[in-house]
């Protein structure tokens, strides 16, 4: 009958969606509170995250929800500011910041922000889809 | 008498199942929009629903498992084998994802009309046997 279990599966596609996109939220959050962090714990200069989508199989075939496979860090060049008063300068009197690019960060975050809008939009039209579906014939 | 009944509503429970199965696959392209790689996917309503209709559902591809001789065979009817096809990208990314974001949610607020719709039709016919039944 029309009460698949294929329209239950919406819910956990577009879920998935969410966790992953506030996943990598997160990372942006992380990213932006540690844009001017000098060391980190282990002394070096804190790196910036990114996130690696892969799709989730639900089935036979390849269509699904969202993972996060892992979390990468920014392989660029820690950013050098001359600083020699700084007690984290080298001998030339330089300081290695972190590597976070903020105008990056920030369209990651809209972008981030508008696909997790654009999952809730599909999670409450397949809501509506399933109580009519429920009333159906009354 | 009872297999008419089912006649009548054969159609439009064929159609619903596979306006909800599209729902899924475009709920998967949504999701799956910051994807790298990810290719749109799609299925050819009309052709998948004609096939539905004439050739019926494929009935050895979902059974209970016996466990005795004297258990009833439970046949039940699997969904028809849906192609999924690849959407033809007009913008390519570069990281590999074909999903344009204005296509599918285009397509998914058109799907769940058509679902609704096809609700709709469906209440109503029920409602004539019911009237039918009752007189």
Redesign the interface.
Known sequence: MPFASSSMNIFSVAGSAMTAQSQRMNVTASNLANAESVAGPDGEPYRAKQVVFELAPSGQQDTGGVQVARVIDDPSPARLVFDPNSPHANADGYVAMSNVNVVEEMTNMISASRSYQANVEVLNTAKTLMLKTLTVGQ | MIDKLDAALRFN?EA??LR??R???L??????????N?KA?DIDFNSTLAQAVEQGRSANALGMTTTSARHLAGEAQA?PDQD?LYRVPTQSSIDGNTVD?DVE?IN??DN?LR??SN?TV??AK??TLLSAVQQ
């Open positions: 429970s619903l199942n909800a199965r729902q899924e696959v709920a998967a392209n949504i999701a799956n929009a910051d994807t790298p990810f996917r969904l999924l974001m949610r998914f607020a769940a679902y609704e609700l469906i209440g029920i409602k």
